[in-house]
């Protein structure tokens, strides 16, 4: 006698249906892999992100200028600058600026581009007045992080708070 019907009623496919298209989902799915935009095959970055490395690296040459022009004007400032100056030059270098660490920081830094006149003349204020820079430029590159992405997101958020780093010892490393 045979067995009387399932009293449910299947819906949906069948196992086997499923079995047998899974081969060609899979091509399918394996043809469109390449990230959807054809300006851009996935394999590099994109304009806007060549755009976004050119400014952080322009942003970091400007640090930098500031940070020679503060040690040219305050030679007695450049063995507590230094080490910061030094990391700017990497940041610069990270994002792809061509600046190297040539410069030596014994008071020997040839004034840069940037006149010397605009730094304060005492010492204290020539700090704040990198400070502020430093805390300008951080807190830039923590909003542009939101949209970039991700390795460079990575980068910009470490340059950032290396900065929020610089202000702090800029501002309290004598305290």
């Given amino acids: 006698?045979?067995?009387?019907?399932?009293?449910?009623?299947?819906?949906?496919?069948?196992?086997?249906?499923?079995?047998?298209?899974?081969?060609?989902?899979?091509?399918?799915?394996?043809?469109?892999a390449g990230g959807g935009d054809p300006a851009d095959p996935g394999d590099g970055p994109s304009a806007a992100e060549r755009r976004a490395r050119a400014r952080a690296a322009r942003d970091s040459e400007g640090l930098l200028e500031r940070y020679d022009a503060v040690i040219a004007a305050r030679p007695g400032l450049a063995g507590r600058l230094g080490p910061l100056r030094e990391n700017v030059v990497r940041h610069a270098q990270a994002f792809g600026g061509g600046r190297k660490a040539s410069p030596s920081v014994s008071g020997s830094v040839a004034p840069s581009s940037s006149p010397t006149a605009a730094v304060p003349g005492n010492d204290e204020d020539a700090l704040a007045g990198l400070?502020?820079?430093e805390r300008e430029l951080a807190g830039r590159r923590s909003?542009?992080?939101?949209?970039?992405?991700?390795?460079?997101?990575?980068?910009?958020?470490?340059?950032?708070?290396?900065?929020?780093?610089?202000?702090?010892?800029?501002?309290e490393g004598d305290a």
């Fill in 143 to 171: 909003k542009e992080l939101l949209g970039v992405p991700g390795e460079l997101a990575r980068l910009l958020a470490s340059a950032a708070a290396a900065g929020a780093a610089h202000v702090y010892l800029l501002t």
């Fill in 1 to 32: 006698m045979p067995f009387p019907p399932s009293p449910r009623a299947r819906s949906g496919p069948r196992r086997r249906s499923l079995l047998a298209l899974g081969p060609a989902a899979v091509a399918l799915a394996g043809c469109t």
């Fill in 131 to 133: 400070a502020a820079a």
